[in-house]
């Protein structure tokens, strides 16, 4: 069978997510290098390069899968396996590789300094909103009665909010952290695990038996409170921005429903889980990851909830693993949507990529993660409460430095691997039909 | 089906007050105008991406220091001198900052910025943040920049306790003169007493002279060897000598051990 436009540029935006994770994960590893002992490269090759070069590689990467994951998701609810008007996607799919190219090589060659939350230069970030303009519309047209693609638009709507959030201009350097934190915790923790809770709640059907009722009442409800809940953690850092009594109040709401909204969107997944069909993609495995990373930064946003606790805490790496175990929790949504639409494509519901790569990554993220809490524990104690300085601290802790390096490393080698199987069993056309 | 989208209206309709609230918070408590050499400041310290390693507020990059309150911290001689040339500073480190090619204006107004950022976080952090070392009573050491331009006095341990004080030696930062007050590294209170007996055939001066030179060669009990290894590079032969004969009036019985 012939593939559809729609379907090739899906798959086509899964892999440059695919390919943009990987870089991701090189670059994150040469970031973590330079936070151990004597590094040669200090001046010359400078940390904030580097580190903003990773953020932009993420940014795009979660961005690409979840668009790629979108157009998969909406072509699936129509007969034809196609968006409504697939010319326009051709062109837009296209111009979103470009730009994905234009940002990459900016970053590469440190063009793309000075806005460190959200990374992309004004330039970036205003295709960056046309392009989601235009996915949203596209996707929208093709199946705007689906929930899960209402819920994935809203999250999309979210993330297009936090970029013209962004790009407003500022008077004072308060406003200018005020509108930073703001913009970047919509589209972090609004956009990004609304848009991924869509893609796991249509990922359910294709691997369980739950009704297609059941989808559409649990994607509307869990979508809701991780709303709430990516409010509540977009607002946590303001405390230590404006002293203001009503923002501590409203963020100490998070000590229990951020927790409960990623506790009641695991305890969908595991119902979807217990109840399997006869798929055996990986896409339960991931998403199954992912819940557990997001589980696991729920409970670590509900310790920084505490206005007490959250100024003890900002600017550490407690903060940092919290921030690296959300978004991950999106990219194994996206690594599974990857998967599982890689499979229908080849004519199948059979396996990828294989449970080797899918077991390095989740140890690879689990144990970096639990390292940066590790560290960012050792600096809440030794920097904030008994005023050891920073860097002597940092040295104090290089050992876990160096556990999160080798964590890195393997997270690394999983992803690589999930690369290549996903490169050498992709969907080729006439390979079989597509199941919908 | 009704009543869980109106369940999801609710809630997205909470999450956007949630959101709303510390900007209409911001808004209503309308904040002074800002200074347009404060907001210059602001604009250098985003072209340089200085949030790239730096946190303020907590927010930005984990690399190095919190800077929200380094202008009360360190003063605006020490970081007016550190932004010039600041692997001086910390050679130990494994966190060497490059070093931006600003001119004086440009210093000038990221100084009006980061102090503007100290005088505004009042709630972060709930105590200081050190750079390095244990305690930090900086402020006190490092002179207002109008004393910087003082002329230097003409009597050696004069000169040396103007060094002592000031870049680039800025001994201050690490070293008490107060007895038995430690900062970073040990007080400096009668050392000119102790430096006799600390290495076997070293004079009171070889002793301070060589510590300063080359600190790693006598560490004192129960201190580490962070001391700057560059201060032969850094300072100069009067430089060295002043400070020496400064260190030299330390003695346990003078009354200016404390001042």
């Known amino acids: 069978m012939k593939h559809t436009i729609g379907q090739k540029s899906a798959h086509g935006l899964l892999a440059t997510a695919l390919i943009l994770l990987i870089a991701y994960g090189l670059i994150s590893l040469l970031v973590a290098l330079k936070f151990l002992g004597e590094d040669g490269l200090a001046t010359s090759f400078p940390y904030q390069n580097m580190h903003g070069s990773a953020a932009v ?27 409504a008007q697939p010319a326009l996607l051709r062109w837009v799919y296209r111009l979103w590789l470009v730009l994905v190219i234009l940002a990459v090589l900016g970053a590469a060659l440190g063009l793309l300094e000075g806005r460190p939350s959200l990374e992309l230069l004004v330039p970036f970030d205003i295709a960056l909103l046309i392009f989601l303009v235009l996915f949203m519309w596209l996707i929208l047209s093709s199946a705007a009665k689906n929930p899960p693609v209402i819920i994935w638009s809203v999250g999309i709507l979210a993330g297009i909010i936090g970029v013209i959030v962004g790009l407003l201009p500022y008077a004072s350097f308060e406003a200018e952290a005020l509108q930073r934190v703001i913009a970047s915790g919509i589209i972090e923790y609004i ?21 297609p009722e059941w989808v559409d009442t649990g994607v509307f409800s869990c979508a809701g409170l991780i709303a709430v809940a990516g409010a509540l953690l977009t607002v946590q850092p303001l405390v230590n921005i404006l002293d203001n009594d009503l923002i501590s109040t409203v963020m100490s709401f998070g000590v229990v429903l951020i927790p409960l909204a990623y506790l009641i969107y695991a305890a969908h997944l595991y119902h979807a889980l217990s109840n399997r069909n006869t798929a055996t993609t990986l896409a339960a495995h991931w998403l199954a990851l992912g819940a557990l990373c997001w589980v696991v930064t729920a409970l670590f946003s509900a310790i920084n909830a505490l206005p007490d606790l959250q100024v003890y805490i900002a600017g550490t790496r407690l903060i940092e693993a919290q921030n690296v175990l959300f ?27 294989g449970l080797m790569p899918f077991w390095l990554v989740a140890f690879g993220a689990l144990t970096s993660a639990v390292l940066l809490a590790c560290a960012g524990v050792v600096q809440v104690f030794m920097e904030r409460r008994a005023s050891i300085g920073f860097l002597d601290v940092q040295m104090l802790i290089v050992p876990l430095y160096s556990l999160w390096t080798l964590a890195l490393i393997v997270l690394l080698i999983g992803l690589v691997i999930y690369g290549l199987s996903f490169y050498l069993r992709r969907p080729r056309e006439g390979a079989g039909e597509v199941s919908s | ?14 999450a956007i007050l949630i959101v709303a609230l510390p ?41 190095a220091p919190d800077l929200t309150h380094i202008y009360s911290q360190r003063g605006e001689t020490y970081i007016r001198e550190f932004l010039f040339n600041p692997n001086a500073f910390h050679p130990a480190s494994a966190r060497q900052m490059p070093r931006f090619s600003l001119t004086q204006s440009e210093r000038d107004d990221l100084l009006l910025f980061l102090a503007a950022v100290d005088q505004n976080a009042t709630s972060f952090p709930p105590q200081m943040i ?70 076997d055939g070293q004079s009171a001066e070889e002793y301070l002279r060589n510590s300063i030179l080359h600190p790693s060669e006598y560490v004192v009990e129960g201190f580490n060897d962070v001391m700057q290894k560059n201060f032969g590079d850094v300072l100069t032969a009067d430089q060295i000598n002043d400070l020496v004969a400064f260190l030299l009036t330390q003695t346990e019985n003078d009354t200016e051990a404390g001042a």
């Open chain 1, 57 to 83: 590689l993420a940014q795009l990467c979660i961005f690409s899968g979840l668009l790629g994951g979108g157009v998969y998701m909406a072509l699936t609810a129509r007969d034809d396996q196609d968006v």
């Open chain 1, 327 to 353: 978004v991950f929790g999106v990219i194994a949504v996206i690594l599974g949507a990857a998967n599982q639409s890689s499979a229908e494509l080849r004519g199948s519901s059979q396996r990828v990529t």
């Open chain 2, 1 to 14: 089906m009704r009543g869980i989208r109106l369940f999801f209206v609710v809630c997205l309709i909470c």
């Open chain 2, 23 to 63: 900007i209409f918070s911001f808004i209503s408590s309308s904040p002074p105008e800002q200074n347009q050499a404060v907001l210059h400041g602001q604009h250098i310290w985003e072209a340089n991406n200085c949030a790239g390693c730096h946190t303020l507020y907590g927010q930005g990059g984990f690399f």
């Open chain 2, 130 to 199: 050190n750079v390095s070392g244990g305690l930090n009573t900086v402020v006190d050491a490092v002179p207002a920049a109008s004393q910087a331009v003082e002329e230097v006095p003409d009597d050696p341990a004069e000169a040396g306790r103007f060094w002592f004080v000031r870049p680039p030696a800025i001994c201050g930062t690490c070293h008490s003169l107060e007895p038995d007050v430690v900062l970073v590294g040990p007080s400096l209170a009668g050392v000119a007493s102790r430096a006799e007996t600390r290495v």
């Open chain 1, 191 to 211: 956009s990004y695990p609304l848009a991924a809770v869509a893609l796991a709640f249509w990922l359910m059907r294709r691997f369980s038996t739950v009704t």
